[in-house]
């Protein structure tokens, strides 16, 4: 089965504690995204990456940091410089070429401060 | 600044009646409009997109949505609720550029009573 999967569900971090998050894909696509959401909020974009070893910064990357080292995955760490990371985080992927430009979600990382 | 307008935040149907869900966007040309459910605590399912053609656009799960180009709206309908519906419903939309990087709504949250 082709998806996106990302773990863990819930993620507990402590102050001052850096936590990563992982995405992982198998559809093959070329573009990987990383979203914040919060109550009202909708979604806002934290980085994303066209292609292998490059990556940009969204709305909201500060206290966030990424890393696409493979084309599969698009891990996602939250610093001890993000003041209030509470918040349900998605990851999405997007085949890259005209009319493709849809993208599709994984089914999200709930993360909670101790 | 490019925008998505979803007016209602929360809105309740009794099962079985019809739905509506608004979404406005700001641009002068037209871009590709997204409509995505979320069930709680879980991530984001396409369900219908328009990128040119037919205004009138079907999707998954009996919704279909129609792009009014003079009115700069994508809304959702669906003739006859079901319980399952209630979710949070998203409007996204794709302006171009090589980024390929979506604009969400804020949601709108759909109630169903019995």
């Known amino acids: 089965d082709g998806g996106i999967t990302q773990s863990p569900k819930y993620l507990f971090r402590k102050e001052g504690q850096n936590v990563t998050l992982s995405c992982e894909q198998n559809?093959?696509?070329?573009?990987m995204y990383w979203y914040r959401q919060d109550p009202g909020q909708g979604l806002r974009l934290i980085y994303y990456s066209q292609i292998v070893n490059d990556f940009q910064k969204g709305d909201i990357a500060e206290g966030y940091s990424v890393s696409r080292e493979k084309k599969e995955s698009f891990p996602l760490t939250v610093t001890s410089a993000q003041k209030n990371p509470t918040a349900f985080y998605l990851c999405a992927s997007r085949p890259t070429g005209v009319n493709l430009e849809t993208q599709y979600f994984g089914p999200g990382t709930r993360l909670l401060v101790l | 600044a490019q925008s998505v307008t979803q007016p209602d935040i929360h809105i309740t149907v009794s099962e079985g009646a019809s739905l509506e869900l608004r979404c406005n966007y700001s641009y002068g040309a037209t871009p590709y409009l997204f409509w995505y459910v979320q069930s709680p605590g879980q991530g984001l399912q396409l369900l219908l997109k328009y990128f040119s053609g037919d205004t009138l656009v079907q999707g998954i799960k009996g919704f279909e949505a129609e792009f009014k180009r003079s009115q700069s709206s994508f809304n959702l309908r669906k003739p006859s609720v079901h319980w399952s519906d209630a979710a949070e419903y998203f409007c996204?939309?794709?302006?171009?550029?090589?980024?390929?990087?979506?604009?969400f709504g804020k949601g709108t949250k759909l109630s169903v009573k019995p």
């Open positions: 559809l093959n696509h070329d573009a």
């Open positions: 996204a939309v794709f302006y171009g550029g090589s980024q390929g990087n979506l604009i």
